[in-house]
């Protein structure tokens, strides 16, 4: 079973990714700091598929965090959603993405 790793995992499109890959059969490790989402989304991901994902709250700029969950999960695949979409964001949106993206490769 692939293990994807889906970082803004509670935002609008990450949840809908993981649930139709949940619905795929495929196993999700999520992500998200809650900045522009609710925990709450989880519970809504479980009522439909009646699946639930390995979630972790934090940042994807927190290296140790990033190594902890490459460490606990054996992931093939990361799909990258978390970002600021708004335009007032987009400068720290890209800077925080450029990192972020660092840590992940
Ligand atoms: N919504 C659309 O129609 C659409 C269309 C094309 C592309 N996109 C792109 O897809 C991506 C996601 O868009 P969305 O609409 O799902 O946005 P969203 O704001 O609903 O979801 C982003 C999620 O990422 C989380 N997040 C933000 N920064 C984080 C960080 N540093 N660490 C951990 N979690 C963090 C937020 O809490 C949120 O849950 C964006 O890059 C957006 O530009 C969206």
Do not use: P
Request: charged share 30%.
């Amino acid at each position: 079973m692939k293990n994807i790793f889906i970082t803004g995992c509670c935002g609008y499109i990450g949840s809908h990714t993981c649930i139709e890959l949940l619905e795929s059969s495929y196993e999700i490790v999520g992500l998200d700091n809650s900045s522009n989402s609710k925990r709450e989304v989880l519970d809504k991901i479980k009522q439909i598929t009646n699946k639930e994902i390995t979630f972790y709250e934090g940042n994807m700029l927190d290296k140790v965090l990033l190594e902890k969950i490459f460490t606990e999960n054996e992931v093939s695949l990361v799909i990258d959603f978390a970002a600021y979409k708004a335009v007032g964001d987009i400068d720290e949106c890209y800077a925080d993405s450029s990192l972020a993206e660092k840590e992940l490769n």
